[in-house]
């Protein structure tokens, strides 16, 4: 499976700033995912971010909140906008392997708001 | 939102003891997956399967894909400590393309 990468590993926020997440996998791969996991709580898809066009939003998520980049096949990041303490969670990037029946998750990043 | 319900919540058992959980579901899935996670980590993928009926096995772990294509089991064999975590299924809908759907996770404790 690949390595996957994520900075920062943990940050704590003032409410009304904006963060930005990085995701590095060490090899080309066509699916990447945003999820979110609040605390306590199991994973929700935020949004499939593509190569080379928009991202692909979950109901719920909307592109003002969280704007992806996907430069290249290697690469992502989501930035966490406008934030507020109900963003506090563990966000994390996955990507498709096994003919993209199966995910591999990075470390996640764990964000508190304060 | 969550279509999968995922049983039981949390489970406490005695080191050496086997460990059985499962999802299921009321829309039918092609692919399920089993992942745990620790604290502080990403979740690790354990089993993947893809056709109903399969049992495929993972050392002390086994899991099911059910035959209706709704549901699916793990068991965990001989437990021991670091077998601590949480447990969560995935399952994958042929008209959802790659996305998952995650159960609510199981809550492992093994006492020494």
């Known amino acids: 499976s690949a390595v996957i990468s994520q900075k920062p590993s943990r940050d704590i926020c003032q409410r009304g700033t904006s963060l930005t997440i990085q995701c590095q996998v060490d090899?080309?791969?066509?699916?990447m995912f945003w999820y979110r996991q609040q605390p306590g709580q199991s994973l929700t898809l935020i949004a499939t971010?593509?190569?080379?066009?928009?991202?692909?939003?979950e109901s719920g998520f909307v592109i003002d909140k969280f704007p992806i980049s996907r430069p290249n096949l290697t690469f992502s990041t989501l930035t966490v906008s406008n934030m507020s303490p109900e963003d506090s969670s563990i966000y994390l990037c996955?990507?498709?392997?096994?003919?993209?029946?199966?995910?591999?998750f990075g470390p996640g990043t764990r964000l508190t708001v304060l | 939102g969550q279509q999968l319900n995922q049983s039981p919540q949390s489970m406490f058992i005695q080191e050496g003891e086997d460990v059985s959980m499962n999802c299921t579901s009321s829309?039918?899935?092609?692919?399920w997956l089993w992942y745990k996670q620790d604290p502080g980590e990403g979740p690790v993928l354990l089993i993947a399967?893809?056709?109903?009926?399969e049992l495929t096995s993972n050392g002390r772990l086994t899991a099911q894909f059910g035959i209706t294509r709704k549901d699916s089991f793990l068991n965990i064999s001989a437990s021991i400590p670091s077998d601590v975590g949480i447990y969560f299924c995935?399952?994958?809908?042929?008209?959802?393309?790659?996305?998952?759907?995650f159960g609510e996770g199981t809550q492992l404790t093994v006492n020494p």
């Open positions: 996955s990507v498709g392997g096994g003919g993209d029946n199966e995910q591999f």
């Open positions: 090899s080309q791969v066509t699916m």
């Open positions: 971010a593509n190569q080379g066009s928009e991202a692909t939003y």
């Open positions: 829309s039918i899935f092609n692919t």
């Open positions: 399967l893809y056709k109903a009926g």
């Open positions: 995935a399952g994958r809908k042929e008209t959802s393309g790659s996305r998952l759907t």
